[in-house]
């Protein structure tokens, strides 16, 4: 069991930034893909970012492509989401998850463990 603890939401102006960290219990976790997901009320959860074990791929929606950049510290069992030139529309609760099974790395369907989330809230 992977326990995950995501933190560094708030409330941003449009414009801003935020930094969200997911610290993982254990050092599986440094050989898995960890993504972010949001999820704002009334709509389903959506991808927003993956990095795989070794840091060297991410990938990103096209929502967030060129302003968010995900990265990971194995070394701390921490995977970071640096999210600049942040919108209103980024407004969330957002969501760090390790995918353990086979399937598209988009899907929320492959991850395993999810954290609690963190509140993302972007004024404008």
């Known amino acids: 069991q992977v326990q995950l603890v995501e933190s560094g939401g708030g409330l941003v102006q449009a414009g801003g930034s935020l930094r969200l960290s997911c610290a993982a219990s254990?050092?599986?976790?440094?050989?898995?893909?960890t993504g972010w997901f949001r999820q704002a009320p009334g709509k389903e959860r959506e991808f927003v970012a993956a990095v795989i074990w070794s840091g060297q791929t991410t990938y990103y929606a096209d929502s967030v492509k060129g302003r968010f950049t995900i990265s990971r510290d194995n070394a701390k069992n921490t995977v970071y989401l640096q999210m600049n030139s942040l919108k209103p529309e980024d407004t969330a609760v957002y969501y760090c998850?390790?995918?353990?099974?086979?399937?598209?790395?988009?899907?929320?369907?492959?991850?395993?463990?999810w954290g609690q989330g963190t509140q993302v809230t972007v004024s404008s």
């Open positions: 254990e050092g599986t976790f440094g050989s898995r893909t």
């Open positions: 998850a390790v995918k353990y099974n086979s399937g598209s790395i988009y899907s929320p369907e492959p991850y395993r463990y």
